[in-house]
């Protein structure tokens, strides 16, 4: 069992930043192999903003290239991902969920939601 908790998100307005925390605790059963971060608007899929990999290896999506970093305290089964996001946009407004990847199965977050107001 993998259990994932977002926190962090909130209202901001257009050009602040926020950090977001996910916190992940698993069971032995696995390793982790990689974390990531996907914000939903309303009426729109979730899509990949960026990842972290047990290797370290990280992947940003080009839209926030610069403006999002991704980090990890811990590894594999007890870590913590956080994602700070700078000079926030209103396009940047969604709930932004946390997934965890062990054994090829996907495990999801309950989501905290970012408002940049227009």
């Known amino acids: 069992q993998v259990q994932l908790l977002e926190s962090g998100g909130g209202s901001v307005p257009a050009g602040g930043s926020l950090r977001l925390s996910c916190e992940i605790s698993?069971?032995?059963?696995?390793?982790?192999?990689?974390v990531g971060w996907y914000p939903q608007a309303p009426g729109k899929q979730r899509d990949l903003v960026a990842c972290?990999?047990?290797?370290?290896?990280?992947?940003?999506y080009d839209s926030v290239k610069g403006q999002f970093t991704i980090t990890r305290d811990g590894l594999y089964n007890s870590q913590t991902v956080w994602l700070q996001m700078n000079n926030l946009k209103i396009d940047d407004t969604a709930t932004y969920y946390c997934?965890?990847?062990?054994?090829?199965?996907?495990?999801w977050g309950q989501g905290t939601k970012v408002t940049v107001p227009s």
């Open positions: 698993a069971n032995i059963g696995g390793v982790i192999t990689a």
């Open positions: 972290i990999a047990t290797d370290g290896n990280i992947k940003y």
């Open positions: 997934r965890a990847t062990r054994s090829f199965t996907n495990y």
